[in-house]
């Protein structure tokens, strides 16, 4: 990126303290959002989830790319202002490092909370086949576009070697490159959050909840929308401009960089929009924590256990659980006060008619074989 001495609309109007203060803004608003997700989920499940980390990931990126963007900003109004002054090789080379790391940050921020959201149903997903290959499918994508985003950046510059060097990346072919690289990395950018969002909105309508819940969770998966539309206008606002508008250009990487983290902490919001949420751990005929229903008046229909979302690993925590299983001449009852009782009536309240074969599960148990 060449300097060169075109008015920098930004620069001109937003002084380098005022980019820094919006810049730590946008990472105080992520602190906010971050600290009340952990505090729901700690409150609630008592415990952090892969989809948790993802988004302290998010975090930390988010907060050494502000740390970045501080260092940066004097490097950067010199180069945007005074192209013809004194120091402007060392400035040059200094924002261009700077920048070439900041662009992989915010990238970065942005694939977290992507990872977030897949890591959420990946725990929702297990034991419900026909979304788990979608999920592989969409991972797979969002795995491949993040490394072809760095290597387009990487690649900017013809030949690379030129990349940090003062004059370097100024020709017609450059900024043909850079304009490239920025229409390929905005549409995978929302191409990925479509499909992520289309994986959160099919479990959704596909889950036994009330309609309260499931409009609640389908409003929040899909919030996507705000950073497809960040995207769409970040996109339309530095292109072309890369060269001309450089403030600008932190302007709205920090906006959606910011946007994003946000985003990706609503999910645990759900209690702020479900009448009497249930935040219960994973369980047998439940799809996890975030579409368990409190209140759903209507019985789920039995399930196999194979068709239940709940990971082999955490099968083991469900053990010593009492249960009461009914069929026509027999009726058992397990765990403590395992006892099998034949010929024996139950009263109705005990009994949903219509359900031979139904295994009611009391509290936790584990399986007990008897002839």
């Known amino acids: 990126m060449a300097a060169t001495g075109t008015a920098q609309p930004i620069a001109s109007k937003l002084s380098p303290d005022g980019l820094i203060a919006v810049t730590w803004i946008g990472v105080g608003l992520g602190v906010l959002f971050v600290s009340i997700r952990l505090a729901i989920r700690l409150s609630r499940l008592k415990r952090l989830y892969p989809d948790d980390y993802f988004v302290l990931v998010a975090l930390a990126f988010l907060i050494t790319n502000a740390v970045l963007q501080t260092i940066q900003t004097p490097h950067l109004y010199y180069t945007a202002l005074s192209p013809t002054g004194p120091e402007i090789a060392d400035h040059v080379v200094l924002y261009k490092k700077y920048e070439f790391a900041i662009i992989g940050i915010f990238w970065s921020v942005l694939w977290s909370i992507k990872g977030s959201f897949l890591a959420l149903f990946w725990m929702i997903t297990q034991g419900l086949p026909r979304y788990i290959w979608a999920w592989w499918v969409v991972a797979g994508f969002v795995v491949s576009s993040y490394v072809v985003c ?61 309609r309260r819940e499931r409009l609640s969770l389908g409003v929040i998966f899909s919030l996507g929308i705000i950073i497809v539309a960040a995207a769409v206008v970040r996109a339309i606002q530095i292109s072309g401009k890369a060269y001309t508008d450089m403030a600008g250009v932190a302007i709205w990487s920090i906006a959606e960089s910011s946007i994003s983290v946000i985003i990706g902490c609503l999910p645990p919001f759900k209690i702020f929009l479900s009448r009497h949420p249930s935040f219960a751990p994973y369980t047998s005929g439940s799809a996890g924590p975030y579409l368990q229903s409190g209140t759903s008046s209507t019985p789920a229909k039995p399930r196999l256990w194979s068709d239940t979302p709940v990971s082999p690993p955490q099968r083991g925590l469900y053990q010593n659980l009492d249960f009461e299983l009914h069929s026509r001449n027999t009726d058992i009852v397990g765990g403590a006060g395992a006892r099998v009782v034949r010929n024996t009536t139950l009263p109705r309240e005990s009994v949903d008619s219509g359900r031979p074969g139904e295994i009611r599960m009391v509290k936790e148990f584990s399986v007990i074989t008897t002839r």
């Open 150 to 210: 760095w290597l387009l950046s990487a690649l900017n510059c013809h030949p690379p070697s030129d990349y940090f060097k003062l004059g370097g990346c100024g020709r017609e072919i450059d900024k043909h490159t850079s304009f490239i690289s920025i229409c390929f990395s905005t549409a995978v950018d929302i191409a990925t959050d479509v499909m992520i969002m289309g994986i959160g909105v099919t479990i959704v309508c596909g889950t036994r909840i009330n």
